[in-house]
Every structure is written in structure tokens, then in C-alpha cells.
């Protein structure tokens, strides 16, 4: 980075000054020296009032540019300029062909973005700004134009080559190459672009569409993997049959591939027609995959694959609007996967990862709104905000208009806005003309950062029957925004009766800073249940009474709540020993000394819920969870990640210990001898004995570490023996060393499959583990140019690891802040997305805080850094 970055700033938006109609690029294909030509059929925008003699820019970065040719009149160098960002030259009338011969290098380009090698593959990524990597071009999303990609490579390393749309030629060609020639009819933005050329497997399907079109259906792999497809085949024609079924989206062309690459910056990408995985989320077999796993594929097949409407049909004017994007197809694939599944699990599981992930960053330096106001490098801007709060927003949408007025706001927003570039206000206009209504204050969610903090007060008054429920609302500032305004949003309620029925379940809309909320009829005084299905994305600050959390777990008719209420009496339980803890100088069982009845009022509920087979395994699996140890540190301040630590490990263990026997039959009753199936029920059923056998361990019995040891050997299935791993590997026990010997031995060629033993190692609670770690960066598989295995190893540290990344001594930040120096280097992108830990100082005591900002502003000081690591370091020391 020569000079510091800019901010750019959504305000400061300007149509393209020339649009590009069509496209025609030519590849010849070379790991070293790659050669593309392009012709762009460009055109003055009316819009702009451009025209002849007005510069025309076309984005480029780290090419070679050969030659630049205008109405096949080659110009002079004189004649135009070239710069870190891009090539600029005059019009030379109001339509016009520019043709651009440029070099690239694709084996040196470790960022993987643009054009790389993977393996022996070449392959693409464009989102968000790659193409301009390729060539020069206008790379903005508002520049929409078809495409005519030929690819000439060679014939036996290549026989693969791929492109967007429909193969229209191919052929031999002299010296042992051959030509293939792809045409997309749809017009897209230049990060829709996709190539891929290598000698890779296909397995082949076809889907009929719901007009009686067959659609063929082809997953691309490395061979040898063509037994790892079908999940991603069986995911991907579910999703193309319930967006026919939910949304009445078909599918437009005759063909739809998937790739798998082994480097990829993030989990896939929803290239038209060609879309791009991550391998890890597209491969798997009963003994290589997890139950976890195999739900991931079929998430992001169906979040790729809904993109093709809610993106790429429809796309984004400008990146500022990502949300519109992204956030609409989170909302679609956690619908999806909540139908295919069970709901309210799949509830929970979207609001944990909320809470893990993106309440933190709105409550970090790095708080932006679901549509940001500015950014240095849009790569920083994937974010769970944009993605994950984006996806609550739409869902606050669904919930306010009910499925028909939603159904109808989206129907409108795709015909009115098909084959356009539009903004976050088009989609909410088409919302509010469909169902006339106003959105304009559930807009603000749009723009303003932080979550906001709801508050309750109710008041039965049992001669006129009535129940009045006054909530309050208020959002912290966060950075540049210091004032917040109320937001509407709706929140879903229940009146319990003591037995335990609803005497009212209703929806209202909270619009003010302060509202009361009357219901009528109201029998019998009642407990409410309060956020149901977590209807609105807040943090509730009311504290309901214990024995009220207690009924709730037991009774409430909404599932989400009732685990709702089990999570917050635990995290009561934790956070008072943890203060504890703290002032008594750390003696974990003195810690719970003073909470004896409560805690036993607790493990009483978790019983119940243990040995209730009404409710779904798959719930009590998770109800069984503790809030985990980030949510912990959330809710303190100065967060001390020992004492959560051990605080949470002793709970767990009085738990295992009381329930010990419950446990063991509950594990010994869900065994199966049937062979493994990746349905949710089969999968639930296994997550709540892999939940027993946890809680067996946690117990500290020694019996119980050699049924661990005993289910890692005779399991046939990877989400089974993951499950013993992961209990055997915290412990001090030789079982630990010779179930991981065992599994690296087994996997040690498989590349997917030994991320998860790189990460398990990453995340031991063991005093050992950094020295293991650095031990780890040496072995044969691990390198830091492949994503996956920094994410396992590094990643996993520095998220998964609290208690040994905060090391008093500040040895885990160190070491973190060598690697993201070393990464920054290699891949930019990946580097900044991991540097967020470090940015959380503000959470800590004194102490780590500053070694936290040391270490923040040793990577700013490091020599050439990225604009991308540049962006998060400086707005994370702040
Ligand atoms: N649009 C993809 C995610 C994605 C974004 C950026 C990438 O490279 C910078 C790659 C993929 C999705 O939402 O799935
Ligand atoms: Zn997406």
C-alpha cells in the first residue's frame, strides 16, 4: 500500500459515465503467462450525458496491458493512461468497441481473487472486485452486459472448461490444445463472471422445472471424489424445487454446475450458471462428513442456488447495497433449511450464530448498518451484519406482512426490477406499493448500527382482566452514530396460564421508545413469554424471575422460547459465579457455594427437558448446550475468559454429575445399528447422545473417557466419531493421543477431512495447545496459502479458543499477530477477515487490553500492508 486508503462513501454515487452491452473475451490459458483479449461494446450513459471526447475509466489491477485498440484503431500510448487503479482515455463517439490484450499470472496469485490455480484447476473469483484482476473493465455491479468466453487451454491437462451459460462451440486446436466457446443470454455484472479449466470428475443429474424444462445438474470435482456429490446434488434440486414452490422462481437455463476448489477466500460463490464452492461445503459421505456438515452443504447449495434470482437476475446498484442482496437469500436459506428440517431448531441455530457473530461486531469498533455509509475495501463488508442481520430484517419484513403480503412484495420487487441494478430502497418500495403500507421507519434498520436494547414491565389487574405490557426500547451509540432513533419492529408474544396454555399469543408492533400493550380476557395472572421465535433481532434487559424461566422451559408452546428460557437461567447461574469467582480469587466450587438451590433448581429443569420424549432430540440436544463461552465474555465487562472458563467447566460437570444416570440411559437408548442416513431425525437423534456422552466425561468419571475412546473405534460414521474426539480432546488421556494419531493417518490425503482434526488440536482446552499449534504450522499439510487449513488452525485459535488465545501473558495474541503479518502477504482478504479478535481489547481488563493494541498496531506498522488488513487494524485500535 503506497498511500493511505480512502473511505468511499455510499453518498458520493454516480451512474456509469459508459455502460459495456456486451462482452467477448478470449483465454489462453497458461499457469505462468496468461493472455486475455477483450472486446467490450461500450456506450455513453444517457443518464450521465456523456458522449464523445469524455474520459472513459475502466478498472485494472496488477495486469500487464499489452495493447488498447478503439474501433480497431490501436492507440498510441500517448494516447491513454494507466494507473494502480485503472486505464483512462478518451471516447472516441457515443458507441464504440474497445478491445484490451492484457497479461495475467495465475499460478502467482495467492490471493485468489481474479483468475488462480487450485490444485491443477484454474478457477475464478470475481466477488466483489476480481475481475478487475482479469481485465480492464467497468467493475462495478450497475454495469450489466453478455458474455461471449472463449477458453483455449491444453487438451490433457484441461479437458475441462467452463464458463457462464451455454456452450455454443468447441474444438481441437494445434499443439495439443483445444477451444471451448460459452455464451450467457442473461446480462450480469462482472462479479458474476466464472471460469473454470482443469481435469476434474463430473457427476451429472437433471431436474425438471415446474414449465416441464430439464435442467442438466453437474458437480465438478477432483477425481476420486465423485462418490462425495450426492448430498450437494440432493440439496440442489430440493432447492430449485422449493424456490418453484415457495417463491415461484424457476430456473432459466438448460444447465447448472458446481464447482469444488480446494482455495477459496469464503464458502461459495453464485456465478451465473457456474457457481464455486469451497469443497468443504460440497463433499460428503457418511464417513467423512458430519451431521453438522452435511446441514452446511445443504445451506449453501440452496443459498448459491437461490442467488440465482435474488442476485443475480436482480442485482445490486452498488456494493453499499449488499444486504439487498444477501441479506434476502440468509432469509431464504434459513427458510429453506427450516422446512426441509425442523423449525425451531433451525431457529435456534440462526440465532446463536447471530448472537455469536454479529452482535459482538454491532457492539465492537466495527459496528456498521446492514447498509454501510462508507468502506476502504468492500471485501471487509461480508459481514454478519450485512448477511445475518440483513436476513432479520427480511424476516421482520415477513412477519409484519405475513406470508401472502410478503409473497406479494416480492413478486412486485422481481417484476418491476428483473434484470436490474437496485438499491435496499427498491426492495422496501416494493414491499410497501404491494401491501400499501409505510416502511419508512422499519427502514432505519437499514442504516442504523447496534442492537437494540428492549425492556419490559407487566401488570395484570385480574378485576378487569386485563394484562398491560409496557416495552421499552434504546440503541447504544456505536462509532459515528451517536444518537439512535426507536425502530419498528414486531415482537411476538404469549400469556401463559398456570397451566400452562396460552391465554394470548400475539404479535404487536413496537414503534416508540416507550409503548404500552394492552390484552383483554386475561383470565388468570400470567407469565409472559416474551420475543417468541426471537421475532425481532434485540437484547432483552428485563430479568424474569428464576422460577418463571423454570416454567417457561417446561410449558411455553413456542420452542425457540422455551430454550430461550433455559439459556438465560444458565447464563444467570454462570454469570453470578463467575462474579464469584472473581472476588473470592478463584475457587470455582466456593464460586457455586452460594447458588447450591438455584443450580439445583436448574439441573431439575434440564432433567425434564433431558427425558421428555415429546420434544424432538434434535431440540433437547441443544437445550442441553450451555451458552457458550463467547456469549459469556459478551455479557461481561472486563470478560475474564478464565474464570468463564472454568465457571462454565464446573457447571458442566455438576451437571454430568447429577444427571449421570439419565445420561447414560440416554445414551445407551438413542444407539442405532442402522446404517447412517443424514436426515434431521437421524441427526438429532445422534447430536443428543453425542450431548449425553459430553456430560458423561464433563462428569469426570473415567469410565466414561473409555466409552469415548470405545465410540471413536467402532463408529461408522464421521459425525459419531467426532463426537469422541472432540470429548477425548481435552483430556489427559492416552486414548486422546492415539484417536488423533489414528485419524491423521487415516485422512492424512484428504484435505477436507483433516481440517477438522487441525482445528480439534486448535481448540484443546490443554496447556499445550499453542506449543501445538506452532508445532502444527509444520506439518506436510499444513501451508498458509490454502484458506481452509489458516482458518483451521489460526481461525480456530483465535475464535474457538478463548481462554488459551487471552493467555495472561499475551502469548496468544502474539502469536496471532505474526501470522495475520505473514497471511497479509500472501491472501489480504483472509488476513483482515481473521484479524477481528484482536480488536475486541475493549472487552478486557487493562492488561490484555493493551497487549491487545500492541499487538494491533504492530501490524499497522508493518511495511506494505494491505488496504484490506490496513481497514480493520485502524478502525479496531481506534
Ligand atoms: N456472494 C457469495 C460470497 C462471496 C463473497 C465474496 C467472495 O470473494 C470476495 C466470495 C464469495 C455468497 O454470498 O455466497
Ligand atoms: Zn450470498
Redesign the pocket.
Known amino acids: 500500500m503506497s498511500e493511505q486508503p480512502q473511505e468511499i462513501r455510499r453518498e458520493d454515487y454516480k451512474e456509469p459515465g459508459f455502460i459495456v452491452e456486451k462482452v467477448e473475451l478470449v483465454f489462453d490459458l497458461d499457469r505462468d503467462v496468461t493472455n486475455v483479449k477483450s472486446r467490450l461494446f461500450m456506450a455513453a450513459n444517457p443518464v450521465r450525458g456523456t458522449g464523445k471526447g469524455d474520459e472513459v475509466f475502466l478498472h485494472g489491477e496488477d495486469m500487464k496491458l499489452l495493447s488498447v485498440t478503439l474501433n480497431e484503431a490501436r492507440l498510441a500510448s500517448s494516447d491513454f493512461t494507466v494507473d494502480q487503479e485503472g486505464l483512462r482515455f478518451k471516447a472516441p463517439g457515443q458507441n464504440f468497441i474497445a478491445e484490451l490484450e492484457t497479461q495475467i499470472s495465475p499460478a502467482n496469485n495467492t490471493r485468489l481473487?481474479g483468475l488462480y490455480v487450485s490444485q491443477s484447476a484454474f478457477c475464478t473469483?470475481c466477488?466483489?472486485e476480481g475481475f478487475r484482476r482479469i481485465t480492464y473493465f467497468p467493475d462495478r455491479p450497475d454495469v450489466m452486459a453478455t458474455y461471449k468466453v472463449t477458453i483455449n487451454a491444453n487438451k490433457e491437462s484441461c479437458p475441462v472448461l467452463l464458463s457462464n451459460g451455454n456452450l455454443i462451440d468447441s474444438g481441437d486446436l494445434d499443439g495439443g490444445r483445444h477451444f471451448a466457446v460459452w455464451e450467457d443470454p442473461f446480462p450480469k455484472p462482472s462479479y458474476l463472471f466464472a471460469l473454470v479449466a482443469g481435469d476434474l470428475a463430473c457427476v451429472e443429474d437433471s431436474f425438471k422445472t415446474m414449465s416441464g424444462r430439464d435442467v442438466a445438474l453437474r458437480i465438478f470435482v477432483e477425481h476420486g471424489n465423485e462418490d462425495r456429490c450426492d448430498y450437494a446434488m440432493d440439496s440442489l434440486k430440493r432447492s430449485m424445487k422449493w424456490d418453484e414452490d415457495v417463491y415461484g422462481l424457476e430456473y432459466d437455463l438448460d444447465l447448472f454446475n458446481i464447482v469444488a476448489v480446494s482455495d477459496f477466500?469464503?464458502?461459495?460463490?453464485?456465478n451465473k450458471s457456474l457457481n464455486v464452492f469451497n469443497a468443504k461445503f460440497v463433499l460428503a459421505r457418511p464417513d467423512t462428513a458430519t451431521d453438522g456438515d452435511y446441514e452446511r452443504i445443504e445451506s449453501i447449495v440452496a443459498?448459491?442456488y437461490f442467488h440465482n434470482w435474488s442476485g443475480n437476475r436482480v442485482t445490486c446498484r452498488d456494493w453499499f447495497q449488499l444486504s439487498l442482496k444477501?441479506g434476502l437469500?440468509v432469509f431464504r436459506d434459513q427458510e429453506f433449511s427450516a422446512d426441509q428440517r425442523s423449525r425451531p431448531v433451525q431457529r435456534i441455530k440462526d440465532v446463536n450464530a447471530l448472537r455469536a457473530a454479529q452482535f459482538p461486531e454491532d457492539a465492537g469498533p466495527l459496528a456498521h448498518p446492514v447498509r454501510p455509509d462508507s468502506y476502504m475495501e468492500i471485501?471487509n463488508f461480508?459481514t454478519a451484519t450485512v448477511y445475518e442481520k440483513g436476513a432479520e430484517l427480511i424476516r421482520m419484513m415477513h412477519t409484519l406482512l405475513g406470508p401472502d403480503g410478503y409473497r406479494k412484495g416480492i413478486d412486485l420487487y422481481f417484476d418491476r426490477h428483473d434484470g436490474q441494478a437496485v438499491t435496499c430502497d427498491d426492495f422496501a418500495k416494493a414491499m410497501e406499493d404491494a401491501n400499501g403500507i409505510d416502511f419508512s421507519q422499519l427502514k432505519l434498520w437499514y442504516s442504523q448500527a447496534g442492537t437494540p436494547k428492549l425492556s419490559w414491565q407487566g401488570e395484570y389487574d385480574a378485576d378487569a382482566k386485563q394484562y398491560r405490557l409496557t416495552i421499552s426500547q434504546k440503541t447504544d451509540p456505536t462509532p459515528g452514530q451517536p444518537d439512535k432513533k426507536p425502530l419498528h419492529m414486531p415482537i411476538s408474544i404469549g400469556l401463559l396460564g398456570a397451566d400452562g396454555s396460552d391465554l394470548v399469543a400475539e404479535t404487536v408492533e413496537l414503534s416508540e421508545a416507550s409503548q404500552e400493550f394492552v390484552f383483554d380476557g386475561v383470565t388468570e395472572a400470567p407469565v409472559l413469554s416474551f420475543n417468541r421465535g426471537f421475532s425481532a433481532p434485540v437484547n432483552i434487559t428485563t430479568d424474569q424471575p428464576d422460577d418463571e424461566l423454570v416454567f417457561l422451559m417446561g410449558n411455553d408452546s413456542d420452542a425457540f422460547n422455551r430454550w430461550e428460557a433455559g439459556q438465560k437461567y444458565a447464563t444467570r447461574l454462570m454469570l453470578s459465579a463467575i462474579a464469584a469467582y472473581e472476588a473470592n480469587g478463584g475457587d470455582v466450587d466456593a464460586a457455586f457455594a452460594d447458588e447450591q438451590a438455584r443450580v439445583d433448581a436448574f439441573i431439575a429443569a434440564m432433567r425434564a427437558t433431558l427425558t421428555n420424549d415429546d420434544l424432538d432430540k434434535a431440540f433437547r440436544a441443544d437445550a442441553l448446550v450451555l451458552p457458550g463461552e463467547a456469549f459469556l465474555s459478551e455479557q461481561r465487562k472486563p470478560a475474564n475468559p478464565e474464570a468463564i472458563y472454568q465457571v462454565r467447566t464446573a457447571l458442566r460437570k455438576r451437571i454430568g454429575q447429577a444427571l449421570s444416570d439419565d445420561f447414560a440411559n440416554t445414551y445407551h437408548q438413542n444407539a442405532s445399528n442402522a446404517a447412517f442416513t443424514p436426515d434431521a431425525t437421524s441427526a438429532g437423534q445422534r447430536a443428543l447422545r453425542a450431548t449425553a456422552l459430553a456430560y458423561l466425561v464433563a462428569s469426570g468419571a473415567d469410565e466414561f473417557a473409555d466409552v469415548a475412546v470405545a465410540q471413536y473405534g467402532t463408529a461408522d460414521n464421521m459425525t459419531d466419531q467426532m463426537a469422541a474426539l472432540s470429548v477425548l480432546n481435552n483430556l489427559d488421556h492416552p486414548g486422546r493421543e492415539t484417536a488423533l494419531a489414528d485419524f491423521e493417518e487415516r485422512f492424512a490425503n484428504d484435505a477436507v477431512v483433516l481440517d477438522k482434526w487441525f482445528s480439534l488440536q486448535a481448540m484443546s482446552s490443554r496447556d499445550d495447545t499453542l506449543a501445538r499449534i506452532k508445532d502444527l504450522m509444520s506439518h506436510p499439510a499444513f501451508t498458509m496459502r490454502n484458506p481452509n487449513k489458516v482458518r483451521a488452525l489460526i481461525g480456530a485459535f483465535a475464535m474457538g479458543n478463548p481462554r488459551h488465545f487471552h493467555a495472561k501473558d499475551g502469548s496468544g495474541y502474539a502469536f496471532y499477530a505474526d501470522r495475520l503479518i505473514e497471511l497479509d502477504d500472501i491472501n489480504p482478504?483472509v488476513a483482515a477477515r481473521l484479524c477481528a479478535p484482536l480488536g475486541k481489547w475493549a472487552k478486557y481488563d487493562v492488561d490484555r487490553a493493551d497487549k491487545m493494541k500492541a499487538e494491533l498496531n504492530r501490524i499497522l506498522a508493518k511495511p506494505e500492508i494491505s488496504r484490506d488488513l490496513y481497514e480493520i487494524a485502524s478502525k479496531s485500535v481506534a
Open positions: 481473487e473469483q466477488e466483489a477466500n469464503m464458502g461459495a460463490m453464485e443459498h448459491e444477501e437469500t471485501n461480508y482478504q
